[in-house]
């Protein structure tokens, strides 16, 4: 089945360390996958996507996610975390079986950031 | 650029009552997203759009949830009769048309609505 894992429901990281979001997928074929960040009462803000290439991808705020293949991960990383990072992230991966391409969305990661 | 556009923010309702919600894609997208976000769950797709027709409705329930997309451009969402389990965010999102699952979807600011 084509699934998404965030296993952390809420990771703590003290300002200045290295933060990591953790997410897991099974798909068929190829993923292209996700993230995304919402803050308390706002929407989904995009924070960057794999497709191809380069398993390090770069995106919005600093952050940046590795793509492993024989892990079947996609970790979301920043090396140095503000306390402005603090807010609800998600994965997502595409269902590549469905025509249409649906996002399949992980149940989301509070990251709690503290002075 | 701007973004997705939705209203209302926030919206309270009894149960029974009907609601309505609007939302207006970023110029050019002529993929349009309704998703229902639970709270601590992540979002639901309810309906999504191409221009003005509709390519999957399969998790809409339809006795109760319309949409609609005139002219493809802006959306209407409505509920009618609410129900206290339609209590969540409801969140329109956005994109350019499909290039085999590559594209992003942006999100509006979501309507919260809580259902007595």
């Known amino acids: 089945a084509q699934s998404v894992a965030q296993p952390e429901d809420q990771v703590n990281v003290a300002e200045g360390n290295p933060l990591t979001v953790k997410c897991t997928y099974s798909?068929?074929?190829?993923?292209?996958l996700f993230w995304y960040v919402q803050y308390p009462n706002r929407g989904l803000q995009f924070l960057l996507k794999y497709i191809t290439g380069d398993n390090l991808v770069k995106g919005s705020y600093g952050f940046e996610a590795e793509f492993n293949k024989s892990q079947t991960s996609f970790h979301l990383k920043k090396p140095s975390a503000l306390v402005s990072d603090s807010a609800l992230y998600f994965c997502a991966v595409r269902d590549m079986r469905d025509s249409n391409y649906q996002l399949i969305w992980g149940a989301g990661t509070k990251l709690i950031i503290k002075p | 650029e701007a973004g997705v556009a939705q209203s209302p923010r926030y919206k309270i309702i009894e149960k029974r009552q009907s609601v309505a919600f609007w939302c207006n894609p970023i110029?050019?997208?002529?993929?349009l997203y309704w998703y229902q976000q639970i709270l601590g769950q992540g979002p639901k797709l309810l309906i999504q759009f191409q221009n003005n027709g509709v390519v999957d409705d399969s998790q809409l329930p339809k006795d109760r949830f319309s949409a609609e997309r005139l002219k493809g451009v802006d959306s209407t969402l409505k509920i009618q009769p609410a129900k206290l389990e339609d209590s969540a965010v409801y969140l329109c999102a956005s994109s350019l048309p499909g290039t085999g699952g590559r594209e992003t979807q942006y999100f509006g600011p979501g309507t919260r609505l809580l259902v007595l």
């Open positions: 798909v068929s074929g190829n993923p292209y």
């Open positions: 110029s050019g997208h002529a993929t």
